[in-house]
């Protein structure tokens, strides 16, 4: 206990204090900085090019009479079929893994399978869709394909959050149900799924928003980026915005980056729309229980 | 829940006369129940088909592959070129140009996504994280390939300025953006991980007259390794499987280079860049393509194993 060993520094500590506070500020900065960045770079290139006409138009080789209609329908398309797709399996598998699975190895199996598709890049993903569906069950590069594709893409997403929103239920609602002698699957069609409905919408809406903006698994199974028509069949080829803004990127003309950005900040537009949506949602119906 | 009520599974219940009561149903509504818990099951093992499904693509679509190249040669030869005259299998170049990007994402995400962390964590307001957290959401909802275009279209020419000489397409205008974009990934991970902390410990070091500094990095941090750690490699296995904003900025010239100058090809870039090619399927090139996603496949699970397993063996619990 000798006190000459002893020295409080105080002083310096609380400099180091400061230092490592005004290192933590700069790193939360530079984050925000660059999303800035980022949309300043995107809306100073593209906002010159938002018109009535880039929205109704077909791609061109032209610069001044190309449009982003096929990519928008195509887009629309994607996220009808995907949300088609995977919201009743994806919700399926939750309520299975929920209430239903039996605490066992397969249950765990399917429990680590999923968090471990999660972390698959979406890249990998367009593979197996090309082998599976446009390959295999021969559905071609198709507007089906490319849904079947993402759909499997977001599903560990989907099922991920509808449990979450699952396990938030009281337990006396199911208790309650049971209790006037309901049936498992009237437990959970009338009194769970409805309580955890928003959540599980919530997550949907964000892991759709995901979809709408992977470009590698569409690439890979094959969406064509000069489409001059837009789907009317979930058989017929596509392009979605994604890949019609990774094409012009991908050419040297300035005019081409320029639509480029005018394609990026509709699909933003869209992104804000969706994750609005999403956050009004748990918003609305979060304090009902 | 073994206390609970049971589910009237029978959907008989004994009245007060002692006779059974029918509600109408009861063989079509045991019937129905055990559909639907058969469907439900089917759900759940979509999943577990996708994974037999990726794996089984990936590895019957490579035998043919294996076939014509040693396995050895590919996993240890220094050239890549299955498109030209002289072809070459080495995954090595490729492997090269994926690390060099998820090393320099790293050098970015890594602190920045820490530091983050333990500002949201132990130094934020309610207000302040209230704008913060949002905002860092936002910057992980947007899509890769608009990461691309900022690459290409405002990172790039800085890089230029500052390094004549470089091309247009480089490691570095990559590397940077992808740190940028896994930044949110570590900040939110990690952050949950060092909330995850006892309150209890950081009084105690109060109590012995820490400062908030010292609290935060020598009692905050080290108990929530487990969870930042794994954080990290989540972070790094996404920079790997990243692929539009490294094919857009990083170019397309497999090589061997530690330099974050040069224009090198990711494993992603290069998939990407055949199933955009006219390569015909079925060829040996096209082939290319399997071995090497499957490749990327085994370095990403094995990083999202080794992640869940640091989570597990070297957490700290408390209570």
């Known amino acids: 206990m000798s006190s000459e060993r002893f020295k409080p520094n105080n002083r310096r500590r609380r400099r180091a204090g400061t230092i490592f506070k005004t290192v933590c500020l700069v790193s939360i900065a530079f984050s925000i900085l660059s999303l ?5 770079d995107v809306v100073r290139d593209g906002a010159g090019w938002l018109s009535i006409d880039l929205l109704t138009h077909y791609p061109s080789r032209f610069p001044e009479r190309a449009g982003i209609k096929s990519a928008i329908l195509g887009t629309l398309w994607m996220m009808g079929l995907t949300a088609a797709v995977s919201f009743p399996i994806g919700v399926g598998a939750a309520i299975y893994l929920e209430e239903y699975a039996p605490k066992n190895w397969l249950t765990r199996i399917l429990q680590t399978n999923i968090a471990n598709l999660a972390g698959v890049p979406s890249i990998v ?17 198709s507007v089906i394909a490319g849904a079947l594709t993402l759909a499997l893409l977001i599903l560990p997403v989907i099922i991920i959050a509808s449990q979450e929103a699952i396990k938030a239920v009281p337990g006396s609602l199911r208790q309650a149900s049971y209790g006037v002698g309901a049936t498992k699957w009237q437990t959970i069609r009338h ?10 919408l919530t997550g949907t809406i964000l892991s759709l928003s995901r979809a709408i903006g992977e470009t590698a698994p569409l690439i890979m199974i094959g969406a064509l980026t000069f489409i001059a028509f837009p789907p009317k069949s979930p058989m ?11 094409n012009w990127t991908a050419k040297p003309q300035k005019e081409f980056h320029e639509l480029a950005a005018a394609a990026i900040i509709v699909l933003l537009v869209l992104l804000l729309v969706m994750n609005a949506a999403a956050i009004f949602l748990r918003n609305r119906y979060q304090k009902r229980i | 829940m073994d206390q609970s009520p049971k589910p009237a599974e029978s959907g008989l219940i004994p009245d007060s006369s002692g006779q059974e009561f029918d509600f109408g149903h009861r063989a079509g509504r045991r019937w129905g129940e055990r559909v639907i818990a058969g469907m439900l099951f089917l759900c759940g093992l979509v999943s577990i088909l996708t994974t037999v499904g990726i794996v089984a693509v990936l590895v019957t679509e490579s035998i043919g592959f294996f076939r014509e190249v040693p396995i050895l040669e590919f996993l240890t030869g220094t050239r890549w070129s299955p498109l030209f005259a002289d072809q070459h299998f080495g995954i090595l170049p490729l492997l090269n140009g994926t690390l060099l990007i998820a090393f320099g994402a790293m ?4 602190p920045v996504g820490l530091t983050s962390a333990i500002y949201l964590s132990e130094y934020a307001s309610l207000n302040v994280r209230g704008v913060i957290k949002p905002l860092l959401e936002i910057l992980a909802g947007i899509p890769t390939v608009v990461y691309g275009y900022f ?10 300025t500052v390094f004549p000489g470089t091309g247009i397409f480089n490691a570095a205008s990559g590397a940077i953006v992808v740190g940028i974009m896994i930044i949110p990934m570590v900040a939110s991970l990690s952050e949950d991980a060092l909330n995850a902390v006892p309150q209890a410990l950081r009084e105690a070091a109060y109590g012995l007259g820490a400062t908030k500094f010292e609290v935060s990095t020598k009692v905050v941090v080290p108990a929530a390794l487990s969870g930042v750690v794994a954080s990290f490699i989540l972070a790094i296995s996404r920079a790997i499987g990243e692929t539009m904003a490294v094919t857009l900025a990083a170019g397309a010239t497999p090589k061997m280079t530690l330099s974050f100058l040069e224009s090198i090809q990711t494993m992603t870039a290069y998939i990407v860049q055949i199933s955009l090619g006219e390569t015909p399927h079925g060829t040996l090139e096209y082939s290319t393509i399997f071995a090497v996603g499957l490749v990327l496949f085994l370095i990403t699970l094995g990083m999202n194993f080794l992640s869940q397993k640091v989570t597990r063996r070297f957490r700290e619990v408390y209570e």
């Open chain 1, 36 to 40: 800035a960045l980022l949309l300043f």
């Open chain 1, 125 to 141: 993903y367009g593979i197996l869709g090309l082998a599976i569906f446009v390959r295999y069950f021969a559905l071609g590069r």
């Open chain 1, 191 to 200: 009194h769970i799924f409805p309580v955890a409905l928003p959540g599980i």
């Open chain 1, 236 to 246: 017929d080829p596509f392009t979605v915005l994604p890949i019609q803004i990774f």
């Open chain 2, 107 to 110: 050098l970015i995400a890594l």
């Open chain 2, 151 to 160: 690459a290409l279209t405002f990172v790039t020419p800085i890089i230029r």
